[in-house]
């Protein structure tokens, strides 16, 4: 694995919610993917986006876009995700009635299937379902607000997850969200984590682009990767 391997995600949840466009292409060329945080108001207490600013914002960058749902009932609404473009869907493992036949839709729909573990969910569970998945999202906060503090105790559930998937020759990206930031992003990647969402650290500082290249060197001396 090489430090192109690793995928660093900006979470526009930081960004400038009346400036969207020029947020995404302000670190395109520096950045993998483009992490749009849904969030319902039941689910998580918080209100963001939801599928018609992501039809929109879709079409104005190249950034594949890493659609993270928290949301009640994602059975019903993750598809709509895929079907809009989007190149990975992330949906709750607490919310979803059926993980594996969701993962099977969205794979049908065109996108990658995504399953997010959040702060109080043991990732034990669902490891038999892996593969069936293209990446598997830790929270390392509580799901529903940007600019909270990196809680490095959840990495043990990164250390878990990549000793399965390496045991069993899986493929499928371990994904780390929330308080990711240069400070923090080398324990995430000593845990086991390939692919960081940051909002707040990159979207909050002068250099958005510079801060994403950054984690991604920082991440890949702790990993070990050239
Ligand atoms: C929170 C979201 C995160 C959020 C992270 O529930 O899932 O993606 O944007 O923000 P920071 O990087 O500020 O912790
Ligand atoms: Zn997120």
Redesign the pocket.
């Known amino acids: 694995m090489a430090a192109s391997s690793l995928i660093v995600a900006p979470?526009i949840?930081?960004a400038d919610f009346a400036h969207l466009a020029d947020e995404a292409r302000a670190v395109e060329g520096a950045a993998d993917w483009l992490?749009v945080?849904v969030m319902d108001n039941h689910f998580v207490p918080n209100l963001t986006i939801g599928l018609p600013v992501v039809e929109s914002l879709r079409k104005a960058t190249t950034l594949p876009f890493d659609c993270?749902l928290?949301i009640d009932a994602p059975d019903r609404w993750a598809v709509g995700y895929a079907e809009a473009g989007a190149y990975n869907v992330t949906f709750h493992a607490e919310a979803a009635e059926d993980p594996v036949g969701l993962a099977k839709n969205l794979r049908a729909a065109g996108s990658r299937a995504g399953l997010a573990i959040d702060r109080d969910t043991p990732v034990e569970p669902y490891l038999e379902m892996l593969p069936h998945f293209d990446t598997l999202l830790i929270m390392t906060?509580k799901?529903?607000?940007?600019?909270?503090s990196f809680m490095p105790e959840l990495l043990d559930k990164v250390r878990t997850a990549r000793r399965h998937i390496e045991a069993g020759e899986l493929d499928l990206r371990v994904e780390v969200?929330?308080?990711?930031s240069l400070d923090t992003i080398a324990r995430a990647a000593e845990a086991g984590a390939d692919t960081f969402?940051?909002?707040?650290?990159v979207y909050r500082s002068d250099n958005p682009a510079e801060v994403v290249r950054r984690m991604r060197q920082v991440a890949a001396g702790a990993a070990g990767l050239p």
């Open positions: 979470s949840l930081a992490h945080d993270h928290m906060i799901a529903g607000f940007g600019g909270q969200d929330g308080g990711i969402v940051a909002g707040t650290a």
